[in-house]
């Protein structure tokens, strides 16, 4: 279903279902003695909001019913990529003396339970009230302890998100990382530009911010449908093309750039070969090096 101005959902529907997808992913490179992530969580989390397909996904033996052209380890791969691009990002903020983080759009993001945050260290989850109960409540019921001081912001991000999130205790006079992962596409291109805005607003110098980086402007024109087209083939039921916010919009590159930030992007080959990948011949490979990842640094 296409998205609309107000639109609402849940865990197993429209924009929440992506999050659930992404947390079974994380939970398939969790599997097993030569995993690639530790995620622990990532696992119940999928099976309790209920997804068939993802739970027959999570329960099948590679190549069990896999469809024409799916490669499970290329799945295990990109979301291996993914996770520990922004895993180290936390990673190094916290070095750099950073000690509040936020993660816009939370979904079954357990970064607060599983990182190892100093003690002092404060994580705020921004996401629909909905999503941030149902987490909260069945990882209590899992026995599962952050790992730092986590405050949920149960906010939708086109509300006043900024007044909720300084009401939760975010200091803007000190410095903050920011989590915009997986996140940009499904904004329409004011409401990305508006985010940018609110973030800066909020960040001190020193603060920074992670995100996808796709090229707008070099990327190929069907490339929400070709990225749909490589989700099915994993066993999703998501058109992801419908959910997606097309057309013209500024890259995060040049927008944050252009507003005084630092930028550093990593394309999707190098991102790849720092994990020693081979980047997957398949959709991914086509959007090159207008794809990748992007930290941002407020001077």
């Given at each position: 279903?296409?998205?609309?101005?107000?639109?609402?959902?849940?865990?197993?529907?429209?924009?929440?279902?992506?999050?659930?997808?992404?947390?079974?992913?994380?939970?398939?490179?969790?599997?097993?003695?030569?995993?690639?992530?530790?995620?622990?969580?990532?696992?119940?989390?999928?099976?309790?909001?209920?997804?068939?397909?993802?739970?027959?996904?999570?329960?099948?033996?590679?190549?069990?019913?896999?469809?024409?052209?799916?490669?499970?380890?290329?799945?295990?791969?990109?979301?291996?990529?993914?996770?520990?691009?922004?895993?180290?990002?936390?990673?190094?903020?916290?070095?750099?003396?950073?000690?509040?983080?936020?993660?816009?759009?939370?979904?079954?993001?357990?970064?607060?339970?599983?990182?190892?945050?100093?003690?002092?260290?404060?994580?705020?989850?921004?996401?629909?009230?909905?999503?941030?109960?149902?987490?909260?409540?069945?990882?209590?019921?899992?026995?599962?302890?952050?790992t730092a001081t986590r405050r949920t912001v149960a906010i939708d991000l086109r509300d006043d998100w900024p007044s909720a999130l300084t009401d939760a205790g975010l200091?803007?006079t000190k410095p903050t990382a920011w989590s915009a992962e997986g996140l940009l596409i499904y904004l329409p291109p004011d409401a990305q530009d508006r985010l940018f805005?609110?973030?800066?607003?909020?960040?001190?110098?020193?603060?920074?911010?992670?995100?996808?980086?796709?090229?707008?402007?070099?990327?190929?024109?069907?490339?929400?449908?070709?990225?749909?087209?490589?989700?099915?083939?994993?066993?999703?039921?998501?058109?992801?093309?419908?959910?997606?916010?097309?057309?013209?919009?500024?890259?995060?590159?040049?927008?944050?750039?252009?507003?005084?930030?630092?930028?550093?992007?990593?394309?999707?080959?190098?991102?790849?070969?720092?994990?020693?990948?081979?980047?997957?011949?398949?959709?991914?490979?086509?959007?090159?090096?207008?794809?990748?990842?992007?930290?941002?640094?407020?001077?």
């Open positions: 279903m296409a998205r609309t101005e107000n639109d609402t959902w849940d865990l197993a529907s429209s924009v929440g279902a992506t999050a659930t997808a992404v947390a079974a992913q994380r939970a398939l490179a969790s599997q097993g003695p030569d995993r690639l992530l530790d995620d622990p969580w990532a696992d119940p989390l999928v099976r309790a909001v209920g997804i068939d397909t993802l739970i027959k996904l999570l329960d099948a033996k590679p190549g069990d019913g896999d469809k024409p052209g799916f490669n499970r380890q290329t799945l295990i791969h990109q979301i291996t990529v993914r996770t520990r691009y922004f895993d180290d990002f936390f990673t190094r903020a916290v070095d750099a003396g950073v000690r509040q983080a936020v993660i816009l759009a939370s979904g079954l993001d357990t970064r607060a339970y599983r990182l190892p945050w100093p003690p002092d260290a404060v994580v705020y989850e921004i996401d629909q009230p909905g999503v941030i109960d149902f987490k909260t409540r069945t990882l209590a019921d899992l026995g599962a302890e952050p200091d803007p805005d609110n973030v800066a607003a909020l960040s001190a110098p020193g603060s920074r911010i992670a995100c996808e980086h796709m090229d707008f402007a070099n990327i190929p024109s069907d490339w929400a449908q070709r990225l749909t087209e490589r989700s099915r083939r994993g066993g999703s039921e998501i058109n992801l093309a419908e959910l997606f916010y097309t057309g013209d919009r500024t890259s995060a590159s040049e927008y944050l750039a252009g507003h005084g930030w630092q930028v550093d992007i990593k394309t999707t080959k190098e991102a790849y070969a720092a994990n020693g990948f081979p980047v997957p011949q398949d959709e991914m490979a086509s959007l090159g090096d207008a794809a990748g990842y992007l930290t941002a640094l407020r001077v």
